[in-house]
């Protein structure tokens, strides 16, 4: 398996071609996660021509505080910041009007 693995070319092109006439819809995705150590969100594009793309954009990460906090305050911090990764896309693109999805697996326990 490690073998294989290590076959495995990647590739993370710079430039993103966006061709109005061919796009059918273009979408952002940006996805939100947490944990006790950390908390993350990454970007998307994805783009329905005759066929589906998807691009990487861009992502953040951050160490949780040392102090502590709980997963479900951990995992607000990890949407809110995948809202201002989104809307700083947005701005950068300089798109007026884009379909966004933000997802985040909100853990919430109720206690007592």
Request: proline content about 4%.
């Amino acid at each position: 398996m490690v073998q294989r693995a290590r076959s495995i070319e990647v590739r993370v092109p710079r430039w993103i071609s966006i061709i109005p006439d061919v796009t059918k819809k273009f979408f952002i995705h940006t996805f939100c996660d947490a944990s006790k150590d950390a908390y993350t969100s990454v970007s998307y594009l994805v783009q329905e021509t005759d066929d589906t793309n998807v691009h990487f954009l861009a992502s953040r990460s951050r160490i949780a505080p040392l102090k502590g906090a709980t997963i479900p305050r951990l995992e607000l911090l990890a949407a809110l910041m995948g809202a201002r990764l989104t809307k700083f896309i947005v701005d950068a693109l300089g798109w007026t009007t884009v379909n966004v999805f933000i997802g985040a697996i909100l853990q919430l326990f109720l206690c007592g």
